[in-house]
């Protein structure tokens, strides 16, 4: 397992990291605590988490896993989104649903939308303190590596209370390090006042790319690191990016010139995990990792992929509209 050194918690890490979103939802608990144990087994270190994850049911599924390994992880949990209200008609479903899903992945969609919505909740230093130690209740721990704030708005960022509370929480020990997950140009605002925050969490992928903008213009007198994810896109980036390749000859030729001769799609996935980890070289990318299929392909590519130059050299040119 690759693995990279994360500066603001003086330890190294996996370079990949597991996206625990459908832990306990989409995913239930046999066959996630199987996908953590498979992860954890080929190396995995880094755990994300979140108190709405799962319709509420994944910091507790992690905890139960990570019970006489956690000296040898790093857990990312988050303040400020709470899950949605299940009913119990919908819990019974839930098997039912996960089936479906199975059978059809394309209905994933279509049943999202039958889902409660997870709630963003408006930050308060006493609600961040009261959640941070629920989260730790949940995931049976007395600490975690980085409390991230969860989809923040720039007012959050910005209030006493709310800065006063983050010193508190690491102060008190329930906390390693202060994160920021959502939207870049909240957390680029946030690391403009304050020193606090040295992690930032958010999507990056070939068409959406954060990093490269974000150290276009964070301070260059500070060091910071990402989490990322969305490696294949809220908006469809594996469907572009393979309808591109099938349509013109010449990006085709560009991708099979770097070795990526598989056929579109496949191709396609390859190439923009190799982004994600070329891009973000330094930092966790978040991955899913229940199919193993999926995870094994995951391992693959930190073995595999072109160098990071090759794959960022590539991008540039598979994005511009001009093909060099």
């Known amino acids: 397992m690759r693995r990279v050194e994360f500066a603001p918690l003086a330890r190294s890490v996996s370079a990949i990291g597991f996206g625990s979103a459908s832990l306990g939802s989409r995913v239930d608990g046999k066959r996630g605590t199987a996908a953590l144990a498979r992860a954890y087994d080929a190396g995995v270190t880094w755990f994300d988490v979140a ?32 899950p949605g209200r299940v009913s119990l008609s919908m819990r019974i479903a839930k098997p039912v649903v996960r089936w479906a899903l199975d059978l059809q992945p394309e209905m994933r969609k279509v049943l999202t939308n039958f889902r409660p919505p997870a709630q963003r909740v408006r930050l308060t230093g006493s609600f ?32 006493d209370d709310v800065l006063r509370v983050l010193d508190d929480v690491v102060g008190k020990g329930y906390a390693r390090a202060i994160s920021l997950a959502g939207d870049l140009v909240v957390a680029l605002a946030a ?17 959406t790319p954060n990093v490269a903008l ?8 500070r060091a910071f690191s990402f989490i990322t994810h969305s490696v294949y896109g809220h908006n469809g980036s594996l469907d572009a990016l393979t309808a ?16 990526y001769r598989d056929a579109p799609r496949m191709a396609a996935a390859a190439f923009l995990l190799d982004f994600a980890l070329a891009s973000n070289s330094d930092g966790v990318v978040l991955l899913s990792m229940y199919q193993s299929q999926h995870f094994r392909f995951n391992l693959s590519r930190l073995t595999t992929s072109p160098p990071a130059e090759v794959v960022l050299d590539l991008a540039s040119r598979l994005v511009s509209p001009n093909l060099a």
């Open 51 to 82: 108190p709405s994850y799962g319709d509420g049911d994944a910091e507790v599924l992690l905890g139960k896993f990570l019970a006489g390994k956690r000296l040898h992880v790093a857990v990312c949990t988050k303040v400020g989104v709470v």
């Open 128 to 159: 961040i303190e009261s959640s941070t130690v629920e989260s730790l209740r949940r995931l049976q721990t007395d600490y975690v590596d980085v409390l991230a704030l969860h989809e923040p708005t720039i007012e959050d960022v910005q209030r």
């Open 191 to 207: 690391v403009a006042m304050s020193e606090r925050f040295r992690i930032i969490q958010f999507a990056n992928n070939l068409f």
């Open 214 to 221: 974000a150290k276009r213009q964070l301070p260059t007198n």
């Open 244 to 259: 591109m390749i099938e349509k013109d000859a010449g990006k085709r030729g560009l991708i099979d010139s770097a070795g």
